[in-house]
Structures are given as structure tokens and as C-alpha cells.
Nanobody
């Protein structure tokens, strides 16, 4: 079972930080690349960050480079998204998904979590 589950969302002030977690129970989780996507109200879902199976390669959207960091702990079957210097425009539902390879394209991800809400206030 490689169905991911997100957690860690919430309300934070602009300039603050949150850490999201993406976890899966299956032992095969370490074989999959993991991506984070987000969708704000009235907007299309967009790519945020991705990490390969080993954690040795990462990819970020330009809008979050230097502020967000994706990492993984395969022993704990968990991928993290550390979000620093949060802006109001980061407000969205954040989704975690698994793929046989890491990319910025939604179509390459097979299993999706239900999302966790991140709200950044001024």
C-alpha cells in the first residue's frame, strides 16, 4: 500500500513556518518518488516540489525556491515539506502524491492524498 496521507497543515502568520508530512504505511514507499502540489481557490493545481526515491535529487517550483525544502526519511516512510518565510500567496490545499519517477507533471503521479489546508494570514 503506497497511498499517501498528508498532515501538518494549519494557520500561520506571514513570515512564519510550517512543516508538512506525507506518510505511507507500505514498505514499498521507499521505491517511489514523491511530489507536493497545491491548489488555491479559483486556481489550477500547481507543482511545488518533488524528491526521488533515494532523496538524492530534488526539484522545486520557482515560486518556492529558497523558501521550501523537501526531504524524506525512508526508515519512517515519510516525506517532509519544510515551508519557511510563508507568504499569503502560499495559501492553498497541499497534496502529496507518489510516482515511479519524480517530475513536475501531475499525470506522472499515481497515488494522491486528500490534501491538507495551509492558510497564511497577514
Amino acid at each position: 500500500q503506497v497511498q499517501p496521507v498528508e498532515s501538518g497543515g494549519g494557520l500561520v502568520q506571514a513570515g512564519g513556518s510550517l512543516r508538512l508530512s506525507c506518510a505511507a504505511s507500505g514498505r514499498a514507499f521507499s521505491r517511489y518518488a514523491v511530489g507536493w502540489f497545491r491548489q488555491a481557490p479559483g486556481k489550477e493545481r500547481e507543482f511545488v516540489a518533488a524528491i526521488d526515491w533515494s532523496g538524492g535529487s530534488t526539484l522545486y517550483a520557482d515560486s518556492v525556491k529558497g523558501r521550501f525544502t523537501i526531504s524524506r526519511d525512508n526508515v519512517k516512510n515519510t516525506v517532509y515539506l519544510q515551508m519557511n518565510s510563508l507568504k499569503r500567496e502560499d495559501t492553498a490545499v497541499y497534496y502529496c502524491a507518489t510516482s515511479s519517477t519524480g517530475s513536475r507533471y501531475e499525470g506522472e503521479y499515481d497515488y494522491w492524498g486528500q490534501g491538507t489546508q495551509v492558510t497564511v494570514s497577514s
